[in-house]
């Protein structure tokens, strides 16, 4: 790509901002040339890339790791510290500090100053206007006040100005989480066709199927600093790393060194599993932000996850066949122990969950449970998730006459991915058959 060629070039592009701790300081700075009354804060450092016409490309970072500061620069609302910012052609935009709209004028004469801020004559917006008021699906509301709009609402406004005045770039920070799943979807919809016809987007969003499904290319940028640009689904793994504190090549250079003590009773075609000490840090698909209590009676030391014979899958494809084991250090007789699984969405919901005692598994054989004894407790089961990620808790406990004894409870405590399905969409694959017979109508 020739610089030329490229629809937004950002150049060695660093920003800081000054912090001033009380709020006095600001006014005190304007009347002090040589002292210094702030701190510097480094949003952005030394960022570099280019986009070219028709490429959709995701920002991903953690909170505060920046993406803001760089779209507003990119749209021109804020300065550069240091660097060269150019864009090519029309910006629309949809930033994450609201839509931009004077509350007080109604939606219609919102749409003509957005569009004239765009560059639009009255002639031209007024051409569009139709389109605009029936994509964001508000013609009854049109000549309210924008402050009588919900937040989905103005932004659906505010998505159809700045995606139906053919922008040659198109800038959407967080925005589109506002809007229901069925805006969402014309959105993305909409998104698609301006790529088709050569727009250049910009997406930020926290979710990585958005980022695996309508981007060609992702930036991931970590505490102001671009640390990987690469295509959507390697950008999203290592995004996720960040995200749950893991450490994958540290995790991958002492797997080797696994301590096990023991063998297993289900083969030798299996991963070994610590019989002896707590590696659930050294794993990759281990959430350090799990919730762990329990009365300590006994102790999941180690899992291991496979998806159709795989180990450790950075993605799972719905319908594959997953295993989960762990083992379980008993460190004081437990009497019929209980293990527990349950997979919750990344927004909590519980998909599913049993334990042994619903599944009336056998699990009270003779000495199991004695201090100082160990065991491997072996799941399978058919993922029929679809694309998002999901959490893992993990529990073993005891039934003391009607009341559990929760002995290890490790909530959250293993996280996994499911890759985009081809068959269905909802939530789960409900393996639907569809057949079509061709009947006369008399
Ligand atoms: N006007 C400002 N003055 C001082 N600091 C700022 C200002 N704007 C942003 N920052 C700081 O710059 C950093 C990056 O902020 P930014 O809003 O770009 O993050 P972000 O990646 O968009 O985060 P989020 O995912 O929460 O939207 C943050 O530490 C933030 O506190
Ligand atoms: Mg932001």
């Known amino acids: 790509m020739t610089f030329s060629d490229s629809s937004i070039v950002v150049d060695g592009v660093s920003k800081c901002f ?12 304007m009347f002090h040339r040589k002292r210094k009354f702030f701190r510097e804060f480094w949003a952005l450092r030394d960022i570099s ?18 993406k803001s500061t760089l779209l507003q620069m990119i749209c021109g609302t804020l300065a550069t510290t240091t660097g060269n910012i150019q864009v ?12 931009g709209f004077n509350p007080e004028f ?20 007024a051409h569009r206007f139709d389109d605009i008021v029936a994509f964001a699906d508000l013609a009854e509301f049109i000549d309210q006040p924008v402050k009588t709009y919900s937040s989905g609402m103005a932004v659906r406004l505010a998505f159809a ?40 987007i910009l997406l930020v969003t926290h979710s990585s199927d958005q980022i695996v499904n309508h981007c060609t290319r992702a930036i991931l940028l970590d505490s102001g600093r671009l640390v990987m640009e690469d295509e959507p689904r390697a950008v999203v793994n290592r995004y996720m790393d960040l995200l749950f504190g893991r450490d994958r090549e540290a995790a991958e250079k002492s797997a080797p060194e696994l301590i096990v003590s023991g063998t297993t009773e289900h083969g030798t075609d299996r991963l070994p599993l610590s019989l002896s000490d707590d590696v659930f840090a050294q794993k990759a698909a281990y959430n350090h932000h799990e919730y762990r209590w329990g009365d300590g009676a006994a102790s999941i030391l180690d899992f291991s996850l496979e998806a159709d014979g795989r180990p ?48 009336s598994s056998e699990v009270h054989t003779h000495g199991l449970g004695a201090g100082g004894s160990a065991v491997v407790v072996e799941m399978n089961f058919k993922c029929t998730l679809a694309t998002g990620d999901y959490f893992i808790s993990l529990g073993v406990a005891s039934r003391a006459e009607e009341s559990i004894v929760p002995h290890d409870r490790r909530y959250d405590a293993v996280h996994f991915s499911v890759a985009p399905a081809l068959t269905f969409y909802g ?16």
């Open 49 to 66: 890339f280019r986009i070219a016409p028709g490429e959709t490309v995701g920002i991903v970072g953690r909170n505060g790791s920046g």
């Open 88 to 99: 090519k052609g029309r910006v629309g935009a949809l930033l994450e500090l609201g839509s």
């Open 312 to 359: 450790d899958p950075r993605f799972v494809t719905s319908g594959q066949i997953m295993r989960l084991r762990l083992s379980v250090r008993f460190n004081q007789e437990v009497v019929r122990p209980i293990f527990g699984v349950t997979i919750k969405t990344k927004e909590g919901i519980t998909v599913a969950g049993t334990n042994s005692e619903l599944l």
């Open 427 to 442: 939530l789960t694959d409900l393996d639907m058959t569809m057949a079509v017979s061709q009947v006369h109508a008399s």
């Open 106 to 125: 109604t939606g219609r004469e919102n749409v003509y100053m957005s569009a004239a801020i765009l560059g639009l004559s009255r002639e031209e917006t």
């Open 161 to 200: 100005v700045q995606s139906q005045i053919d922008p040659d770039i198109l800038i959407v920070d967080e925005a589109l989480a506002v809007g229901d799943a069925r805006f969402q979807a014309k959105c993305f919809d909409r998104l698609k066709r301006l790529k088709e016809s050569g727009t250049s």
């Open 18 to 29: 000054q912090i001033f701790d009380k709020p006095g300081d600001r006014l005190r700075q």
